[in-house]
């Protein structure tokens, strides 16, 4: 394995684990009358000036060529409604089987990549994704007698399926490609803002945390799980291709269980944590994923067709 892919895969799983964090930070913020329109405008607005500071630093151009700008305009819109159905799904359900419920966007991916861009899809990608299902299925499933929103399941879907396009189109667009990670990140952020500007224009309220911990919350936000987690998942892309970077992204939901745990106090059974080893196991075998397809071809060889009984 090349360095390239030893970095995608550890970027890719530090992005998973950051993006976890969103339900700690942003939950409490709801608990001060905070909206989730709010919520994320300031998370995105607050992570454009850390990210220009590092383009500074890194001496990066700000300007866009024109065939750059609607790219990154349409990244920025995918990333703001994958944000929006996520945080609004949350009012809705229980906020970690809703980020467990988002990791069904994986396999959107691979879908997508295979109908439309002609990917492989290798035997141990089909082990993966069914280890990983079963390890998600363990961890969203409701908490005594509680049932899943069907309204918060839908918005959960939504956020899924443009955050699959989001990451196909980083993927597959040349534009796209040629753009530095934090620049990209950068635009997707400020258009992405842009679109909450304009829900707060046509009629939702604008609305501030009640209490000073609740701007440090926000700063989190616009840090750990966008700044961080996103460029970690942009550059992931960029060395190790969409469909391992998505499923690698499983890891979110096991971060954010125990943060759920930790922060928010909610409890934890032998069923979560089955759940999480089955997700840790899934996201192995992705790693691994070219010793695991050569054991399978040797096992073929060994028992051919005509040799079954």
């Avoid at 443009?162 to 490609?177: F, G, H, P, R, W």
């Avoid at 969409?242 to 499983?250: C, E, F, H, K, M």
């Avoid at 939901?253 to 745990?261: E, G, I």
């Avoid at 032998?270 to 080893?277: F, L």
Wanted: glycine share 8%; net charge positive.
């Amino acid at each position: 394995m090349n360095l390239d892919k030893v970095k995608g895969y550890g970027l890719a799983a530090l992005a998973a684990a950051a993006y976890g964090t969103n339900p700690a930070f942003a939950v409490p913020l709801y608990g001060q009358g905070m909206n989730p329109v709010s919520v994320l405008l300031f998370r995105y607005l607050m992570g454009l000036p850390v990210l220009a500071v590092v383009m500074a630093i890194r001496g990066k151009s700000f300007s866009l060529k024109k065939e750059e700008i609607v790219p990154t305009l349409i990244l920025g819109v995918l990333m703001a409604l994958s944000s929006l159905a996520l945080f609004e799904s949350y009012n809705y359900m229980n906020s970690g089987v809703a980020s467990t419920l988002l990791f069904v966007y994986p396999v959107m991916v691979a879908v997508m990549m295979i109908m439309f861009f002609h990917e492989k899809f290798s035997v141990s990608t089909v082990i993966c994704l069914v280890v990983m299902a079963a390890g998600l299925v363990l961890l969203m499933k409701p908490q005594g007698d509680a049932t899943l929103s069907t309204f918060g399941c839908l918005l959960v879907m939504l956020s899924a399926l443009t955050y699959a396009l989001y990451i196909v189109m980083v993927n597959v667009s040349k534009s796209v490609k040629n753009i530095p990670t934090t620049k990209l990140l950068f635009y997707v952020l400020g258009w992405g803002s842009l679109v909450y500007v304009g829900m707060i224009a046509f009629g939702s309220e604008l609305t501030m945390p009640r209490e000073n911990w609740g701007w440090l919350n926000l700063l989190a936000l616009a840090v750990i799980p966008t700044v961080i987690s996103l460029g970690f998942t942009t550059r992931a892309i960029q060395l190790i291709g969409s469909t391992p970077t998505a499923i690698l992204g499983a890891l979110e939901p096991v971060s954010a269980v125990v943060l759920s745990v930790i922060v928010l106090g909610q409890p934890i059974t032998a069923q979560d944590i089955i759940g999480g080893i089955l997700i840790v196991v899934a996201t192995t075998i992705v790693i691994c994923a070219g010793p695991v397809d050569k054991a399978i071809l040797r096992m073929r060889k060994m028992f051919p067709k005509g040799a079954r009984h």
